[in-house]
T-cell receptor, first 111, second 113 residues
Framework: QQQVKQSPQSLIVQKGGIPIINCAYENTAFDYFPWYQQFPGKGPALLIAIRPDVSEKKEGRFTISFNKSAKQFSLHIMDSQPGDSATYFCAASRNAGKSTFGDGTTLTVKP | DAGVIQSPRHEVTEMGQEVTLRCKPISGHNSLFWYRQTMMRGLELLIYFNNNVPIDDSGMPEDRFSAKMPNASFSTLKIQPSEPRDSAVYFC???????????FGPGTRLLVL
């Protein structure tokens, strides 16, 4: 019930491509779904987040799509750049309590 | 704001020694989380506090690990005795009540020889 399953484990795209990372959850009580970005040697940092009352949220080149009925959400990165190369984690939480994290996706954007 | 502060940033110790990791959360945040990150196990929640009270310590691997939060601005994670399998990056994160976003510190890279 507390799991968040993230895929793929790793992803390689060319500059300008649109990588998509997917997450699925089981606990319907989750009400907050953030994505974190982590660069080597750094802590994860919030990238973008969504609540289940909206189906999509966009911030710059980053978009979250949310499908409540399927219990799935995904991160799309438009016009990806080499500087986007990082590990991305999805997460889910309930009532702003502890977050359950996905296993992470290592993204490489080739020049 | 200075962000979450962790110390030390790197720690190398020998098996059997006591290790103490420190964390100062962002001022005004009332939830604090300790995580461990390894290649094999990913990001694991060890324990989290709300208003200085431990709420969930089910992720603490064993009795060798202990955590305290004596006040709103300081927390420690102690490993005694340390073992090579404890080698990992330990992150502290904090959040404000009612908001799900966690702010992570830079981490402490621990190597137990």
């Amino acid at each position: 019930q507390q799991q968040v399953k993230q895929s793929p484990q790793s992803l390689i795209v060319q500059k300008g491509g649109i990588p998509i990372i997917n997450c699925a959850y089981e606990n319907t009580a989750f009400d907050y779904f953030p994505w974190y970005q982590q660069f080597p040697g750094k802590g994860p940092a919030l990238l973008i987040a969504i609540r289940p009352d909206v189906s999509e949220k966009k911030e710059g080149r980053f978009t979250i799509s949310f499908n409540k009925s399927a219990k799935q959400f995904s991160l799309h990165i438009m016009d990806s750049q080499p500087g986007d190369s990082a590990t991305y984690f999805c997460a889910a939480s309930r009532n702003a309590g502890k977050s359950t994290f996905g296993d992470g996706t290592t993204l490489t954007v080739k020049p | 704001d200075a962000g979450v502060i962790q110390s030390p940033r790197h720690e190398v110790t020998e098996m059997g020694q006591e290790v103490t990791l420190r964390c100062k959360p962002i001022s005004g945040h009332n939830s604090l989380f300790w995580y461990r990150q390894t290649m094999m196990r990913g990001l694991e929640l060890l324990i989290y506090f709300n208003n200085n009270v431990p709420i969930d310590d089910s992720g603490m691997p064993e009795d060798r690990f202990s955590a305290k939060m004596p006040n709103a601005s300081f927390s420690t994670l102690k490993i005694q005795p340390s073992e090579p399998r404890d080698s990992a990056v330990y992150f502290c994160a904090s959040s404000r009540e009612g908001l799900g976003t966690q702010y992570f510190g830079p981490g402490t890279r621990l190597l137990v020889l």
